[in-house]
């Protein structure tokens, strides 16, 4: 208390009134000369006594003196945040040439979720699991925190000093080794770098790059903007060996507007997707006619369709020069189908399909495919004339292009010749990403310094003296640009957890401005000249700025090309050949190549066709695994060349005979904890070409055995008891576009009354319900990502998903029917559906598990004893019990640190050891909503509220609200005629709707 | 009245007098146990410390030391449960329902019986804390008390009715037993020579004076015990059956289950006592009052019991197939000729056919063979529990959601502790209390009673 | 011998039948105070006794309905009435779900209840200090003799003549039993030492017990009660952190969504010129304009805004708002003056929300017109 403090304001002047108060401070009655005695006879001491001696006794046993924390608030409150609301910031995310605009959730400054940036052009709103896990990144407990020299510690100046003097003195060639940048400004900088130290030469490496179709797409049309697809104006598309809809070019994009196609639930007439393709992808489950055909032959399959096309007359000769169109005469499609033994009927179909939907078709060819095959397809869409559908107002910018195996030959061999003098790794990890033939690992021992900039340790830091650590995309800024239309800024939501730098802000430092925020101005500088100053604006730059990093986003004036003509000249045969196995090298669904394989979030993510987790496998079909005499997990030793790994085996309906196909980014050696030693590095099989697939493998069986873990049983297709059971069970409800157009009820006909002897309980005010469309899910697992970083779920772990106790809340189920080699897949995403009579409340002794007056069916966690009833009663078995305390069980705590805690979402509960738990309808966001429309003082509708997994679904397939609402979406799909519940008969009443799914395919073959 | 006995059988061979019957009775009480007793003791405790350890560990890092996983929510730890409250059923039934169908050849097995029965229900009771989460929290919140979340247990739950039936059927059967204690209290306080056995058995024999004006309150009392006694035996397994019938998962929720459960119960429980007291009688030579014809009688209740659990399996499948229903259906068969079959093999063999040997009168009647029948039977009925929680759960409504069960050394240290403990618990009665009721033996003695045709 | 006080005279006799003539007999000679005891119970031992048949059965009755009722009302009480809760469905009275627990408590309360009744009302159990205790006449009967007792306070006690009885019956041996001296002589005392010592005892352990495991050995590990949530809550520690604070400022230069940044910061004039009040005054946000100038405004400024406040004479003195200057300025540097404050005026930026300030703005230029109002105001 400061000592003059006043009561009143005649205090505070010295009232006289006042300063004879204070001198007796007891009125009249009460002198200061009294004697207790003259009070009554339980004296206030007595009493006082009595009271004290009694609550000593109370207080000793009954209470806890535990320390309950002290608390630190705010000392001066920044305008825009309010403890326990979050806040929303608009940034990008870039990573590997792609870039996605995101909406940062933050709480008290710290972000705890990554969501997409609904302004975002391209992606609207969504994003990849990559996006949604890398906030663990940021948190991970072994990010670079200090620059080091040989392992010590050393500070940011000395280091930029030294680098500074190499690059101006040094007259040997300098490396600067970067992965494809998206941002004009930071290939600006590079190009400053150079333009200042002449010796500096960059090269730009990337395992997965599209330059087959970009140098393809030059051959043909002479342009350098790869145009994008409209997919959703397709009527019939055909994929070649392209996993469009999983992995290829901007997935969540191309999802999109695939679904957009798909969408017969609102009566819109859906597109027909054929898939010719090798291995088994998300684009060939999704398919309503897959083809099991080898990458070498699609060239001759290109070639057969224009064939068969000019036959029928679908397209005219007259597109042609004569050398074209004598090479596609050679070709026919029946004896394509007998070389290839395959279904004939398939082919005419597609030909047919192709002919009546003429521009209003896509072929789109795969990015490993060879430049003549891409070159072909556009010759074949350009026939058909669906040029129409390519979009190029949205089309791909990219600046600087991959550098050619050549390049990099050569740079090894400067830099064995002891002619380079520095090489800088600028985020970039060539010493796993690169072919071992380049030999580069050793080189690197040949060049005196050896700089890595990077965010966490991986192997190319541990061969370099100077590690610099760089700053998480979360603390940095930038701007990006992937596509004509748009450009996203990227913006910091909270400052540096370490002494790190971005890169760009190092490149400054070395061009000599030493400054702080250089990068901030540069940045700014940039975007002024570059961008405001291009542009029209009213506002002043200020109000741009501001606005721009409001939204993240900038929509530029992209200038329409006209549709440039193709040129036949440039027309090639491809290679055709193939002996022998086939080895099949992919991209991974989850984490790429880059630093996110050491992320537990990613890694346990289940493989969206194979449900793997924490392995990579060599897919084997049935018929092959036969003859080879493999089983599940036998290891396989595979030798192209003198290239060889051993890799387990796991059995994959629907792969090509004579193929393998096995996934990159795994056998990280210097990966950090998470990622150390996860599968098996493929890389070693990549022969420094740009290829991706060889021929010629010899695939011998070990002996061995290796325990692959996936999330779900292999249970062989041929197994007369398991077989079709999801079909016979009504779990999966499918039918065919013309069946449905022929009677729309035929899902209600097999339905029979079910009656219960009590009635149900009314719910007038609000009923949480979900439908979710399987016409638009693709099994794409964003939703679990999602989900995992919204409601801290915890990692387990390979030993324990091994034992069934991974614990996502919401799992995507994969079934098989048809025949082992031909399999029809079934996605059906499978989470608490929240039933009216759940079952699993009746049996939980404690009252664990009830239901809230708006229907859900809640968990209380802190009352369950864990009797694990409900899990056994739940039929749908979405309920997940906390065996350990995982945190702790994981890697030895590696997640279990006050650093890796701030990711988890406050306004959820972190769950201990020996509790159930599960899906709760993201009850947060709901509560959220509440408090929102009780402060506004209006009746709670729930219109606005939203689950994390919808938020994050691709293709919006699922649906979520209050189903009291008449008019509401979701109100609509309950009643819709494709709408079922999974067991429906037990009679449990579940608010999770399935809207069956819908294949495109003729009936006269279904 | 003793008109029937005349036709009965002499339950007790040869015509001890009544104070030979106190002498080889006490015998254990008073005499120092030999070499065989310790041996015996010792390796009963090693089987307890061993599941001690596990116990202690499952606690500390927590049930993920078992094999549960996720479809499998359930697996050793309830099969132990079930079966050790399934061994519980033996004693009651044979104290209290052959007490009220007056089956005089009971007396000399009955305590012994009654005092497993405690042992098995004890042991089990460990079972269903331990298998919990947070057992610290199960221990406390599944009783009705007012808290502080001012939250009640679900009254629906299965779970909670075992709560009160196990430990009704526990407090019933104890009393049960204490009761019958009291007048062998007093015959043993009025022999003792030690000072502090008088002033025990002075304490425990609550004062009585095997006075007729308190004999006859004590028979009628003993009579209504026994006849609350006897729903309540057959209420305990049947509300146990009902934590599978009542849920619905394929394979559980079936209406057999109580009937089987409670035939199965005693079926086991028959076949526990068999193999003890064929131990007890031979050590403490009862040879004369726990007689081969007593033996004779439980095998003949195991070949009953015993075709009644067949015919509830083959039922089982018959309604299953009836039903229609696909899951149910699937159920079953996958039981037969599943990844589990051998389990089921297992159990079929050894509760179905290998009984039916006890046809046989010689079987019936020879030591060995019966001690190892009855060892099967233990087996096969561990086997049936692990086949009705393990199978039906591992394989449910959704194909996606399977996967297999195998246990880990720690769910097999605590299946190997609960025997220690159940044994060691039945040693150390043997040798601290009397084995057989001395007050019933003698008065089923041959001229116990009094022979006054006058009277009628 | 004659000191002794004596209770009862007995005798032995070695076979059922014998005793069962014996006590017909005694029976006949009107004896009531009378008892026998037997190692079993002997059969038609009560008819000779000519006892009516035990009561007892009505206990169990009894208290077996007060289980059911019981049972029926806890459960109907606990979730039909004290704490309905929606539980599968079912319905909030499940009244077949009661009835296991029903039926067990009917057994547990009647079979408690009968063994009870027995014991401390009939036999007025525990009293294990009866004179026949300890005697050869109770070692005897325990075992293998059936006795017959006759106690003194008998109205026709007359010890010849029993005697006499009892050797005509052909009893074994007959021996008369005598109240034990010390038991009858016995006094309780409370204050025993011991006693008090054994309670102080218990007090003192309960208590450090109920602390020890309450406050301790419930929060060691493995016990885990989720009170430590492995998140950062508002407010919270955090040693990440400087200070420990896990609040964190947000990065310089940030916008998020909603938060425009205030452009005109140290532009004073800029801001008098550019910036447009977007409020309308009306009642209502001329209201919350009060509002918030009595709270935030006011301590310095005074609620007239005639810089007459509390504050006075403490700080150089807030200026009036009343002044030329004041009333001159455009709206906008009002505002300006709001959120980046002026001289020692601090931002308030964080406190008012757009409106707020705009209101405020407002509510000054009606204090200031109340008191130079122009001719307009008065018609």
Same mark, same amino acid.
């Given at each position: ?438 030999? $580069?690992?050793?080189? !690197? ?7 890595? /900039?990077? #965010?966490?340790?991986?192997?190319? +830091? *541990? &061969? ?124 991974? $669904?989850?984490?790429? !190549? ?7 979030? /990613?890694? #346990?993510?289940?493989?969206?066709? +194979? *449900? &793997? ?139 029979? #009354? ?253 | ?456 | ?379």
């Amino acid at each position: 208390m400061p000592k003059n403090i006043w009561k009143s304001i005649k205090e505070y002047e010295n009232d006289p009134e006042v300063l004879k108060a204070k001198l007796d401070e007891y009125k009249e009655g009460v002198k200061d000369n009294f004697t207790p005695d003259e009070m009554s006879s339980l004296s206030r001491r007595k009493f006082l006594a009595i009271l004290a001696a009694s609550t000593a006794y109370a207080t000793t046993a009954c209470t806890n003196y535990r320390d309950k924390g002290e608390i630190v608030p705010y000392v001066d409150r920044p305008e825009e945040i309010l403890p326990g609301k979050p806040n929303f910031y608009a940034s990008t995310f870039s990573d590997d040439g792609k870039s996605y605009g995101i909406l940062v959730k933050t709480r008290e400054g710290r972000p705890i979720k990554i969501e997409g940036n609904p302004d975002d052009p391209i992606n609207k709103g969504k994003i990849p699991s990559k996006v949604h896990a890398s906030i663990l990144n940021l948190y991970d407990p072994e990010r670079l925190t200090e620059p080091t020299l040989d392992g010590k510690e050393i500070s940011w100046e000395k280091v930029n000093k030294s680098i500074a003097n190499l690059l101006a003195s040094s007259n040997k060639e300098i490396a600067l080794i970067t992965n494809p940048i998206t941002s004009p400004a930071t290939q600006k900088l590079l190009d400053e770098l150079q333009a200042k130290y002449s010796n500096v030469k960059v090269y730009t490496t990337q395992l997965f790059s599209n330059c087959n179709r970009q140098d393809a797409w030059k051959k043909s049309y002479d342009s350098e903007v790869l145009p994008s697809i409209k997919w959703n104006k397709a009527k019939v598309i055909v994929s070649l060996e392209s996993d469009f809809l999983g992995k290829e070019g901007n997935r969540t994009e191309n999802a999109r507007l695939y679904a957009e196609g798909r969408d017969i639930v609102n009566g819109n007439d859906i597109n027909r997707l054929y898939t010719f393709e090798a291995g088994m992808s998300l684009t060939g489950m999704n398919s309503d006619y897959r083809v099991r055909l080898k990458p070498q032959k699609q060239y001759q399959l290109v070639m057969a369709l224009l064939s068969e096309l000019l036959k029928r007359g679908s397209i005219s000769s007259s597109n042609f020069d004569s050398s074209i169109l004598s090479s596609i005469r050679k070709n026919s499609i029946s004896s394509f189908a007998t070389d290839n033994n395959l279904d004939t009927k398939k082919l005419t179909t597609l030909v047919s399909d192709l002919g009546k939907n003429k521009g209003k078709t896509i072929i789109y060819a795969g990015d490993i495919l060879p430049t003549e095959t891409h070159i072909a397809v556009n010759l074949l869409n350009d026939a058909l004339g669906n040029s129409n559908l390519y979009d190029y107002s949205k089309g791909f910018v990219n600046f600087g292009s991959v550098s050619s195996p050549n390049d990099i030959k050569q740079l090894v061999a400067n830099m064995y010749a002891g002619s380079v003098g520095a090489v800088i790794h600028f985020d970039s990890n060539p010493v796993y990403e690169l072919s071992n033939s380049f030999g $580069y690992a050793e080189a !690197l021992t040949k060049v005196e310094t050896v700089v890595a /900039l990077s #965010e966490a340790v991986n192997e190319t +830091t *541990k &061969l370099s003296s100077y590690v610099l650590p760089l700053s998480n995309i979360l603390e940095s800024w930038g701007v990006h640009q992937t596509r004509v239309g748009s450009i996203t800024l990227q913006q910091p939501v909270i400052s540096t957890l370490y002494n790190t730098k971005q890169k760009e802000e190092v490149l400054l430092n070395w061009l000599g401005n030493g400054s702080d925020d250089a990068y901030t101005k540069y940045l700014k500088s940039y975007v002024k000249e570059n961008v405001y100053n291009k542009g029209s604006n009213a506002a002043d730059f200020n109000t741009f700025w501001f606005s721009a990093l409001h939204d993240g986003v900038i929509n530029v004036s992209s200038k329409i090309n006209s549709y440039p003509n193709f040129i036949q000249s440039n027309f090639a045969n491809a290679n055709t050949s193939v002996n022998g196995f086939t080895v099949l090298l992919q991209d991974n $669904y989850s984490f790429g !190549l880059g630093q996110y394989a050491n992320n537990g979030w /990613l890694q #346990e993510l289940p493989h969206p066709v +194979t *449900k &793997l987790t924490w392995d990579n496998c060599a897919a084997v079909s049935p018929s092959t695994a036969k003859e080879l005499g493999v089983e599940n997990d036998d290891v396989l030793k595979i030798n192209i060349g003198d290239r060889e790994i051993s890799i387990a085996a796991m059995i994959q309906p629907g792969m090509a005979n004579e193929t393998i196909a096995i996934e990159l980014g795994y056998g990280r050696s210097n990966a950090g904890t998470v990622a150390n030693n996860v599968g098996v590095n493929a890389n070693l099989l990549l022969d420094g070409s740009s290829q991706l697939y060889f021929d010629n493998a010899s695939v011998t069986k070990t002996g061995e055995t290796y325990k692959l873990v996936s999330t779900q049983e292999h249970h062989s297709l041929d197994e007369e008891l398991v077989k079709d059971l999801h079909l016979i069970r009504n779990i999966i409800q499918e039918g065919t576009a013309e069946e449905y157009a022929k009677h729309p009820e035929f899902l209600k006909e097999h339905k029979h #009354e079910i009656f219960s002897i009590t009635d149900n309980h009314e719910y007038n005010d609000v009923k949480w319900s979900m439908s979710i469309d399987l016409n638009k899910c693709l099994g794409c697992s964003e939703c679990i990502t999602s989900c995992n970083v919204e409601n801290n779920i915890p990692v387990v772990g390979k030993d324990q998903v091994e034992v069934g106790r991974e614990m996502h809340w919401l799992r995507l189920d994969r079934y098989y029917s048809g025949t082992p080699d031909e399999p029809i897949v079934s996605v059906q995403p499978m989470l608490c559906q929240h039933c009216d009579n759940a079952p699993c409340e009746n049996v939980c002794p404690v009252n664990a598990t009830n239901h809230s007056p708006d229907g859900l069916n809640q968990m209380v966690y802190n009352r369950c004893v864990g009797t694990r009833y409900c899990a056994n009663n739940c039929p749908y078995k979405v309920r997940r019990f906390n065996f350990y305390d995982f945190r702790d069980h994981f890697r030895d705590e590696y997640y279990q640190n006050e650093l890796t805690y701030l990711v988890n979402n406050p306004e959820v509960t972190v769950r201990s050891r020996g509790v159930i738990e599960k899906c709760t309808f993201c009850v947060q966001n709901i509560m959220e909503g509440r408090e929102l429309a009780i402060k506004e003082d209006e009746e709670f509708t729930g219109k606005d509220v939203t689950t994390s997994c919808q938020t994050a679904c691709p293709t919006n397939a699922i649906e979520f609200g209050n189903s009291n609402i008449p008019e509401s979406t979701i109100a609509k799909n309950r009643e819709h005629n494709l709408s079922y519940h999974v067991l429906e008969e037990l009679n449990i009443i579940p608010n999770v709707t399935y809207l069956a799914k819908i294949r495109n395919t003729h009936s006269e073959d279904v | 009245m003793s008109s029937e006995y005349a036709q009965e059988f002499s339950v007790v061979e040869g015509k001890p007098s009544l104070r030979s019957l106190d002498e080889i009775i006490s015998k254990p009480l008073n005499t120092k146990p030999g070499l065989k007793y310790y041996l015996a003791l010792a390796f009963t405790l090693t089987l307890l410390s061993i599941g001690a350890v596990g116990l202690a560990a499952s606690l500390y890092y927590g049930t993920g030391l078992w094999g549960n996983n996720n479809p499998v929510g359930w697996a050793w730890p309830i099969v132990n449960f079930v079966f050790w409250i399934g061994i519980g059923h033996a004693g009651t039934l044979i104290s209290a329902i052959l007490f009220l169908f007056r089956q005089k050849w009971r007396t000399g097995i009955a305590r012994f019986a009654e005092a497993m029965t405690i042992f098995a229900v004890i042991t089990a009771m460990i079972f269903p804390i331990m298998h919990t989460g947070r057992p610290w929290i199960a221990a406390v919140w599944l009783l009705p008390y007012p808290n502080q979340h001012s939250l009640w247990v679900n009254f629906n739950s299965p779970l909670l009715w075992d709560v009160f039936a196990v430990s009704t059927y526990f407090t019933v059967s104890f009393v049960f037993w204490y009761v019958g204690l009291i007048p062998d209290f007093a015959t043993l306080r009025d022999r003792a020579t030690s000072k502090i056995k008088k002033v025990i058995y002075s304490v425990t024999s609550l004062g009585w004076r095997h006075s007729n004006r308190h004999w006859q309150h004590y028979e009628m009392v003993y009579l209504i015990l026994a006849g609350l006694a006897t729903p309540l035996v057959l209420s305990v397994h049947t509300i146990v059956s009902f934590d599978f019938a009542t849920s619905q998962l394929p394979g559980w929720h079936t209406t057999i289950l109580p009937p089987y459960f409670v035939a199965g119960a005693v079926f086991s429980g028959f076949a526990m006592v068999q193999n003890v007291l064929i131990f007890v009688r031979k050590i403490f030579n009862y040879e004369h009052i726990i007689t081969v014809d007593t033996l004779e009688k439980m095998n003949k209740i195991m070949l009953l019991t015993g075709t009644m659990v067949g015919y509830a399996y083959s039922m089982e499948l018959f309604i299953a197939w009836y039903s229609g229903v696909n899951a149910e259906q699937f159920a079953f068969v996958n039981r037969a000729f599943g990844n589990y079959a051998w389990a089921y093999w297992i159990m079929f063999s050894c509760n179905v056919f290998i009984p039916q040997l006890f046809w046989i009168k010689k079987i019936r009647r020879s030591i060995p063979m019966m001690f190892v029948i009855a060892v099967f039977v233990n087996i096969g009925m561990w086997f049936e529990r692990f086949v009705i929680v393990v199978t039906s759960l591992s394989r449910d409504f959704l194909p996606s959601s399977w996967a297999y069960y195998s246990p880990t050394i720690t769910d097999i240290s605590l299946l190997i502790g609960s025997f220690g403990l159940f044994f060691t618990m039945v040693l150390l009665f043997a040798k601290a209390l009397p084995a057989i009721s001395i007050a019933e033996v003698k008065a089923v003695v041959d001229g116990s009673q009094p022979t006054h045709h006058e009277e009628h | 011998m004659s000191d002794k006080k004596l209770y009862s005279y007995t005798a032995l006799f070695d076979t059922p039948n014998k005793i069962i003539h014996a006590v017909k007999s005694v029976a006949e000679k009107g004896y009531t105070k009378y008892d026998v005891n037997t190692p079993y119970p002997l059969h038609g031992m009560d008819d000779a006794m000519k006892l009516k048949r035990s009561k007892i059965g009505w206990v169990t009755l009894v208290f077996g309905l007060l289980g059911t009722a019981s049972a029926v009302a806890m459960m109907g009480w606990m979730m039909t009435l004290d704490y309905p809760i929606v539980i599968g469905g079912k319905p909030f009275f499940p009244l077949p779900a009661f009835g296991p627990i029903i039926f067990e408590l009917s057994v547990l309360f009647g079979a408690l209840a009968t063994v009870g009744a027995m014991l401390f009302v009939i036999f007025k159990f525990p009293n294990n200090s009866h004179p026949m205790h300890d005697t050869e006449y109770m070692k005897n009967v325990s075992s293998d003799k059936y006795g017959i007792s006759i106690e003194a306070v008998d109205p026709k006690f007359n010890l010849d003549e029993i005697v006499a009885l009892f050797n005509g019956l052909g009893a074994e041996t007959t021996a008369p039993i005598y109240f034990d001296e010390e038991e009858v002589n016995y006094k309780p005392t409370i204050l025993d030492k011991k006693f008090l010592g054994f309670l102080a005892f218990v007090a003192f352990a309960t208590s450090v017990g109920v602390y020890g495991t309450m406050n301790i050995a419930l929060y060691l590990p493995p016990f885990d009660w989720m009170v430590n949530q492995d998140k950062s809550s508002p407010q919270q520690t955090s040693e990440i952190f400087a200070n420990n604070a896990s609040m964190l400022q947000p990065v310089k230069g940030t916008v998020a969504r909603g938060f425009i940044p205030y452009k005109f910061s140290n532009q004073p004039e800029q801001a008098g010129k550019l910036l447009v009040n977007p409020i309308i005054p009306s009642v209502e946000n001329l209201k919350v304009g009060k509002e918030k100038f009595d709270i935030y405004c006011s301590p310095c400024h005074g609620y007239l805004a005639e810089g007459d406040s509390r504050l006075n004479g403490k700080f150089p003195n807030p200026p009036s708002l009343h002044s030329e200057k004041a009333r001159n300025w455009s709206d906008g540097s009002l505002y300006h003056i709001i959120v980046d404050g002026q001289n020692i005026m601090p931002s308030y930026s964080s406190q008012l929300s757009k409106n707020d300030r705009w209101s405020i703005v407002n509510y000054i230029r009606v204090l200031q017109r109340s008191l130079n109002a122009k001719e307009s105001d008065l018609l």
